[in-house]
């Protein structure tokens, strides 16, 4: 199965901060890989699919880029709601896989 | 509105058996692959399996296969997950999910637009 490698686990961040998730796969996936924000005891929410398309609704301080193996999605100036876990998925094989996470705290 | 909804959920003893459903409205239910995802308490998501429209193709993480089976009934809008032989380490919250594209419109592989809300799968004695 493809791996997806993301960093960092977590991070520190303020109101207003660009902050930068990277995920890696362990083979090329082209451009098949989707970001997911997870806020505690709730289902994940789909961001950007197709590693760079933004979801209906999100807003556009969320994006994504990357293909092949190394993709990142960035949040421009990141607000209150924003804290929250986010998960890289590839779709690229049926084995779908997640990435570990990355856990987005205030400092 | 389009909607998943989970149940079955519940504590189980190890080696025993527990059957999930997913309800899914608002949308043609059969014309969606769908997938069971879980989450074990403090970690990251895991794909369990996944089911074709028709139900004639399915995929199971190697960690499940040979003790759960996905089925579908599209005249009921249900989605199944039969857990067989259950382990502590299958304790999760198991969602349901569905890709972002019908099957008329891309890969059965997608990004998953709509999640239920999960229902919570304890094993231990």
């Keep these: 199965a493809i791996q997806l490698t993301q960093s960092p686990s977590s991070l520190s961040a303020s109101v207003g901060d660009r902050v930068t998730i990277t995920c890696r796969a362990s083979q090329g996936i082209s451009s098949a890989l989707a970001w997911y924000q997870q806020k505690p005891g709730k289902a994940p929410k789909l961001l950007i699919y197709d590693a760079s398309s933004l979801e209906s609704g999100v807003p556009s301080r969320f994006s994504g880029s990357g293909s092949g193996t190394d993709f990142t999605l960035t949040i421009s100036s990141l607000q209150p709601e924003d804290f929250a876990t986010y998960y890289c998925q590839q779709f690229n094989s049926y084995q779908l896989t997640f990435g570990g996470g990355t856990k987005v705290e205030i400092k | ?125």
């Design chain 2, 1 to 125: 509105q389009v909607q998943l909804v989970e149940s079955g959920g519940g504590l189980v003893k190890p080696g025993g058996s527990l059957r999930l459903s997913c309800a899914a409205s608002g949308f043609t239910f059969s014309d969606y692959y769908m997938s069971w995802i879980r989450q074990a308490p403090g970690k990251g998501l895991e794909w369990v399996s996944y089911i074709s429209s028709s139900g004639s193709t399915i995929y199971y993480a190697d960690s499940v296969k040979g003790r759960f089976t996905i089925s579908r009934d599209n005249a009921k809008n249900s989605l199944y997950l039969q857990m067989n032989s259950l382990r502590a380490e299958d304790t999760a919250v198991y969602y349901c999910a569905r890709p972002r594209l019908d099957m008329f419109s891309g890969s059965p592989n997608d990004a998953f637009d709509i999640w239920g809300q999960g229902t919570m799968v304890t094993v231990s004695s």
